[in-house]
């Protein structure tokens, strides 16, 4: 998967994702204003229009203005927008993923985090003496 810049304008947007994909996909075309499933595979740098893709997709259109963002949506194909509304990722608060968030669901954290509190301290425990600057293979998880 590509590093992932967020797009500034629409039409960056537009020019990215409407990209008429790779040599041989025959039926997709640059700048036919739909954006189909292997265009939005080959922006997000992954093969198959899925879970990682709509991530990209998601996280791409973060800065731009929400009528800017349903524009890019409108001109999803009919089936990768079925696809990108039953695995749109979650987009949560910091704050709110512990009680929001889903095992197994793409989601998107978004805002300033903030330590809280260490729920899962860990603590090592030596069963022989050594120098602690080795690795040790006797050091275990309790």
Same mark, same amino acid.
């Given at each position: 998967?590509?590093?992932?810049?967020?797009?500034?304008?629409?039409?960056?947007?537009?020019?990215?994702?409407?990209?008429?994909?790779?040599?041989?996909?025959?039926?997709?075309?640059?700048?036919?204003?739909?954006?189909?499933?292997?265009?939005?595979?080959?922006?997000?740098?992954?093969?198959?229009?899925?879970?990682?893709?709509?991530?990209?997709?998601?996280?791409?259109?973060? /800065? !731009?203005?929400?009528?800017? %963002?349903?524009?890019?949506? +409108?001109? $999803? #194909?009919? /089936? !990768?927008?079925?696809?990108? %509304?039953?695995?749109?990722? +979650?987009? $949560? #608060?910091?704050?709110?993923?512990?009680?929001?968030?889903?095992?197994?669901? +793409?989601?998107?954290?978004?805002?300033?985090?903030?330590?809280?509190?260490?729920?899962?301290?860990?603590?090592?425990?030596?069963?022989?003496?050594?120098?602690?600057?080795?690795?040790?293979?006797?050091?275990?998880?309790?």
């Amino acid at each position: 998967m590509r590093e992932i810049k967020p797009y500034k304008t629409l039409l960056g947007a537009q020019r990215s994702l409407d990209n008429g994909v790779r040599f041989y996909n025959v039926f997709a075309r640059s700048g036919d204003d739909i954006v189909g499933l292997a265009e939005l595979a080959k922006a997000a740098g992954v093969h198959s229009a899925g879970m990682k893709a709509f991530l990209h997709f998601e996280k791409g259109m973060m /800065d !731009l203005h929400p009528e800017q %963002k349903d524009e890019i949506v +409108a001109r $999803l #194909s009919s /089936d !990768l927008l079925e696809k990108y %509304k039953a695995q749109r990722p +979650a987009i $949560l #608060s910091p704050s709110s993923v512990e009680s929001q968030g889903q095992s197994g669901k +793409a989601t998107i954290v978004s805002g300033q985090t903030v330590f809280v509190e260490d729920k899962t301290p860990i603590h090592w425990v030596h069963r022989h003496s050594r120098p602690s600057h080795h690795l040790d293979p006797d050091l275990r998880l309790i």
